[in-house]
């Protein structure tokens, strides 16, 4: 399994595998995990990872990209 920074819009896909946090955990930093359905962050980067919306509809940054080796 890679580990990929989600901090940068390039390395985000719809269909990825992610760990995000959502707006109400940001204070304890705990995650959530999903599948990408929407990325929500136009810009290239951002410094408190990219935005995306889940396939579940929760909505928060990403920490951690999940992406197995095939």
Not at 36 to 55: E, F, N, Y
């Amino acid at each position: 399994m890679t580990i990929l920074s989600g901090t940068e819009r390039k390395n985000i896909t719809p269909g990825l595998s992610v760990a995000i946090v959502l707006k109400k955990d940001q204070r304890s930093g705990t995650l959530t995990h999903g599948i990408v359905k929407d990325i929500l962050t136009s810009a290239p980067k951002h410094t408190h990872g990219i935005k995306v919306r889940l396939q579940n509809g929760e909505v928060g940054r990403v920490k951690v990209i999940k992406e197995t080796n095939s």
